[in-house]
């Protein structure tokens, strides 16, 4: 079993839909969580970082993370075609200088 | 803004070269990591270094090694390149992270390796 899961979809949705991007994971020392998104024939880029349980916003992106559940979630509101790229999610425990990736999840806003 | 660059941004190579990749970041980082990326799989660390002439194995370092002779610059090499090697190779940085903090991962804009 992989220490991060995430549906890779391919995911496609109309413009202006809400998206939800999930990741479970299995190891409970994991204190540190980000989303990072990746255009097309590019590195990825940090989108959003969570410390431990809770939600945080950053326009019309929310990240949240369930500790007890070991799942996490990326929400995007009023998506548009400029959202379309693929959204990693990465974890990491104290201490550790190093990060464990999902799959990614390739996701497409049409207009 | 932080750059991180890295020689190529395509490569073709044959079955049996000796490939070198190259990283080099411009914020005085201490630590750069070593990804491939392939479809359904993700980013999976090759290696990483935390310092100059320093190493790590990440969790596929089979058939690569590396190089950190000075600080902004983290060479990848394959040996003896293998066509289970064709991929996406990402080069990254980041600051050294305490146990109360993280920092950011910055990637450079990978190169698509095929070998033939």
């Known amino acids: 079993q992989k220490e991060v899961e995430q549906d890779p979809g391919p995911l496609s949705v109309p413009e202006g839909a809400i998206v939800s991007l999930n990741c479970t994971y299995s190891n409970s020392a994991f204190q540190y969580f980000m989303w990072y998104r990746q255009y097309s024939r590019k590195g990825p880029e940090l989108l959003m970082y969570?410390?431990?349980?809770g939600n945080k916003e950053d326009g019309r992106f929310t990240a949240q993370v369930d500790k007890s559940s070991k799942y996490i979630s990326l929400f995007i509101r009023d998506s548009q075609p400029s959202d379309s790229a693929t959204y990693l999610c990465?974890?990491?425990?104290?201490?550790?200088?190093?990060?464990?990736f999902g799959q990614g999840t390739r996701l497409t806003i049409n207009p | 803004d932080v750059k991180v660059t890295q020689s190529s941004r395509y490569l073709v190579k044959r079955t049996g070269e000796k490939v070198f990749l190259e990283c080099v970041q411009d914020m005085d980082h201490e630590n750069m990591f070593w990804y491939r990326q392939d479809p359904g799989l993700g980013l999976r660390l090759i290696y990483f270094?935390?310092?100059?002439?320093?190493?790590e194995k990440g969790d596929i370092p089979e058939g690569y090694s590396v190089s950190r002779e000075k600080k902004e610059r983290f060479s990848l090499i394959l040996e003896s390149a293998s066509t289970n090697q064709t991929s996406m190779y990402l080069c990254?940085?980041?600051?050294?992270?305490?146990?109360?903090?993280?920092?950011?991962?910055?990637f450079g804009p990978g190169t698509r390796l095929t070998v033939l």
């Open positions: 270094s935390y310092d100059v002439k320093m190493k």
């Open positions: 969570t410390y431990s349980s």
């Open positions: 990254a940085s980041s600051p050294p992270g305490s146990g109360a903090s993280y920092n950011e991962q910055f």
């Open positions: 990465a974890m990491s425990a104290p201490g550790a200088q190093k990060l464990v």
